[in-house]
Nanobody, 124 residues
Framework: QVQLVESGGGLVQAGGSLRLSCAAS????????MGWFRQAPGKEREFVAA????????NYADSVKGRFTISRDNAKNTVYLQMNRLKPEDTAVYYC?????????????????WGQGTQVTVSS
């Protein structure tokens, strides 16, 4: 199992930017895909972005493509989510997830370890 701690959430105006970080410990970080998911009030958790074990392949939800960038630093056991041109509909709790598989496919997170989440609020 891996322990995940997210940080970087907060309140930002529409059009602004935030950078989320997720620090991992407990198993070999560089061997597994990492992802970001989010859950807005009254809605189900949804996929945002994923990155494969080596950082050479990424996958994004259509709603964030071109605005968000996922990256990882295997030397620091950390994954990031750079969020630009934020919209009010991006408001949600953002969760970091560590897959038990290597590829950045959404289905590879059906079995994953999860962080506690960090709140992102975008005001209009």
């Amino acid at each position: 199992q891996v322990q995940l701690v997210e940080s970087g959430g907060g309140l930002v105006q529409a059009g602004g930017s935030l950078r989320l970080s997720c620090a991992a410990s407990g198993r070999t970080f560089s061997m597994y895909a990492m992802g970001w998911f989010r859950q807005a009030p009254g809605k189900e958790r949804e996929f945002v972005a994923a990155i494969n074990w080596s950082g050479t392949d990424t996958n994004y939800a259509d709603s964030v493509k071109g605005r968000f960038t996922i990256s990882r630093d295997n030397a620091k056991n950390t994954v990031y989510l750079q969020m630009n041109r934020l919209k009010p509909e991006d408001t949600a709790v953002y969760y970091c997830a560590a897959s038990y598989r290597q590829l950045a496919s959404v289905e590879h997170f059906q079995h994953a370890d999860w962080g506690q989440g960090t709140q992102v609020t975008v005001s209009s």
